[in-house]
């Protein structure tokens, strides 16, 4: 056998032994890359979606928690001040229990309370009926309201009845040295006083605190001073059309 031969015939085994590659239609593979095209940016559409829809729920997350948190914030301190609220008024309202009670037996013989609602001490009305001086006969109300921050601060005091007095005007406003908060005299108003203190100085001011030189109605005081017969008929007139 001659060299050229044996190459030919070895060349031709390798040709033979080598696996035929698969021939694919022209119109089958398009087809298939179009596929795969699709596929691919089906794939990345939604791996943008899920990451979209991910960075949504995160800033949804983020507000709703600084919501929550805001939220919070606010219900605490609303509820530290309710809080603070219910403390003064639970001592307002234990004071009152206790100096109610007192009060109700150690009233003047010329005054009468009243409680529009007992479950409310802190608001009572006081009817003074002076038996003695200018005022005699006549019946006057006064309205009395007791602020959560009792007893650092004194009770307020309104005259319903219209009078003609020199320490309470026409409108009901009332000169009473005990209920003054700030007092450079030391008459004013202190944690030690009571509800006693208060009706007992408002059943004063038709005797003994009855005040004509540091008057509150200046033209009642003025009155008196000029002409006292005069003053006393004015008074009696004022009780027959208000204080009855």
């Given at each position: 056998m001659t060299p050229e031969r044996s190459s030919d015939?070895?060349?031709?085994?390798?040709?033979?032994?080598?696996?035929?590659?698969?021939?694919?239609?022209?119109?089958?593979?398009?087809?298939?890359?179009?596929?795969?095209?699709?596929?691919?940016?089906?794939?990345?559409a939604e791996c943008s979606v899920g990451q979209t829809e991910a960075d949504h729920s995160s800033v949804v997350m983020l507000t709703l928690a600084s919501k929550l948190k805001r939220d919070d914030g606010g219900k605490a301190g609303r509820a530290s001040g309710a809080s603070d609220s219910a403390h003064r008024i639970s001592i307002?309202?234990?004071?009152?229990?206790?100096?109610?009670?007192?009060?109700?037996?150690?009233?003047?013989?010329?005054?009468?309370?009243?409680?529009p609602d007992e479950d409310k001490l802190h608001h009572f009305q006081l009817a003074v009926s002076p038996d003695e001086g200018y005022?005699?006969?006549?019946?006057?109300?006064?309205?009395?309201?007791?602020?959560?921050?009792?007893?650092?601060?004194?009770?307020?005091?309104?005259?319903?009845?219209?009078?003609?007095?020199?320490?309470?005007?026409?409108?009901?406003?009332?000169?009473?040295?005990?209920?003054?908060?700030?007092?450079?005299?030391?008459?004013?108003?202190?944690?030690?006083?009571t509800l006693k203190d208060v009706v007992w100085g408002l059943n004063s001011l038709f005797t003994d605190l009855l005040n004509f030189d540091d008057p509150l109605n200046i033209d009642?005081?003025?009155?008196?001073?000029?002409?006292?017969?005069?003053?006393?008929?004015?008074?009696?007139?004022?009780?027959?059309?208000?204080?009855?």
């Open positions: 015939s070895l060349f031709s085994k390798q040709f033979l032994s080598t696996p035929s590659p698969q021939i694919i239609p022209f119109e089958h593979g398009a087809l298939a890359l179009r596929q795969q095209a699709l596929e691919q940016q089906c794939s990345a307002r309202d234990r004071l009152l229990t206790k100096e109610v009670a007192e009060l109700e037996t150690n009233l003047p013989s010329t005054c009468k309370a009243s409680f005022y005699q006969s006549g019946r006057f109300q006064f309205e009395v309201d007791v602020p959560e921050a009792y007893n650092m601060v004194p009770p307020k005091v309104r005259c319903l009845t219209r009078i003609w007095h020199p320490n309470i005007t026409e409108n009901g406003e009332i000169c009473l040295s005990l209920l003054r908060e700030h007092s450079i005299d030391g008459t004013g108003w202190a944690p030690t006083r009642a005081a003025e009155h008196h001073l000029r002409d006292k017969e005069d003053f006393r008929n004015k008074v009696q007139d004022y009780i027959k059309h208000y204080a009855r």
